[in-house]
């Protein structure tokens, strides 16, 4: 069920079109009761469409360093981890707290930058 939420996440992502220019773009919000943006990350999309918001950032952090941020992050945030991956190029959170869903998405692109989703959702 994990694996499916952060694979339905990425997907949800790339189905969404980029509409605003990158210099425009706030952190969503909503997203604050997961967590503060990531220290140093460029925010490269936002989406708030159907109950769920969800942010694109990128940073030049390696996928540890970003994935031990989240973690403390969703506990200081009164989130319950449900689920962890850690795959060659890819981590991932699944926190839960009432009816939402917080899912973190990080992987490492050909360029070195690693790339940070993080959506809130309802859980489904």
Request: glycine share 8%.
């Amino acid at each position: 069920m994990s694996k499916r939420i952060i694979i339905c996440a990425v997907l949800v992502f790339f189905t969404f079109p980029m509409n605003v220019a990158l210099s425009d773009i706030e952190y969503p919000q909503e997203l604050n009761q997961v967590s503060a943006p990531y220290p140093g990350a460029t925010i490269i999309q936002t989406t708030n469409a159907s109950g769920t918001v969800m942010v694109m950032m990128q940073s030049n952090d390696n996928l540890d360093m970003i994935l031990e941020f989240y973690k403390k992050e969703l506990v200081a945030n009164d989130w319950k981890i449900s689920a962890e991956t850690k795959q060659q190029g890819h981590s991932g959170l699944i926190g839960e707290k009432g009816s939402n869903n917080a899912v973190v998405n990080i992987s490492t692109g050909q360029s070195g930058k690693s790339t940070i989703m993080l959506m809130l959702g309802p859980k489904q």
